[in-house]
């Protein structure tokens, strides 16, 4: 599979991807901290916030969302290969951008609460 958004499959080489594993972290971390609650509870109550579901998109921008996939290919093919986007429009950002953070949620959850407990 090969996605073109916008013609931003190509960087130059001071570009850093988006790492989606630590913004969930420090996500997480933030929700739990401000509604006095764990980290594995954070995930639970805010699952729909944490991913953007809550209102069809994290970012609430479309070329955002396309920017944070930009050296992600990896993990697309990943939540693709899990079946996370068996029925998405691929021309839509936000909603493959809602995916994969589902993806990480529940393939990477271990991860995500190691990364959100050092904060």
């Given at each position: 599979?090969y996605?073109?958004?916008n013609n931003?499959?190509s960087?130059?080489?001071?570009?850093?991807?988006?790492?989606?594993?630590?913004e969930?972290a420090?996500?997480?971390?933030?929700?739990a901290?401000?509604?006095g609650?764990?980290?594995e509870t954070a995930i639970?109550?805010?699952?729909?916030?944490?991913t953007g579901a809550d209102?069809?998109?994290?970012?609430c921008?479309?070329f955002?969302?396309?920017?944070a996939m930009?050296g992600?290919t990896g993990l697309i093919?990943d939540?693709?290969?899990?079946?996370?986007l068996g029925?998405?429009d691929l021309?839509?950002?936000?909603?493959?951008?809602?995916?994969l953070?589902?993806?990480?949620?529940?393939?990477?959850?271990?991860?995500?609460?190691k990364?959100?407990s050092r904060?």
């Open positions: 599979m996605f073109t958004f931003l499959t960087y130059d080489s001071t570009y850093i991807p988006y790492d989606y594993e630590q969930i420090d996500d997480v971390a933030e929700k901290e401000e509604n609650v764990s980290l639970e109550d805010f699952r729909d916030s944490l209102n069809g998109s994290y970012f921008d479309s955002k969302a396309q920017l930009v992600n093919y939540a693709q290969e899990a079946g996370y029925n998405v021309s839509d950002p936000e909603t493959i951008d809602i995916r953070r589902e993806y990480l949620l529940d393939y990477h959850k271990d991860e995500i609460l990364l959100a904060e």
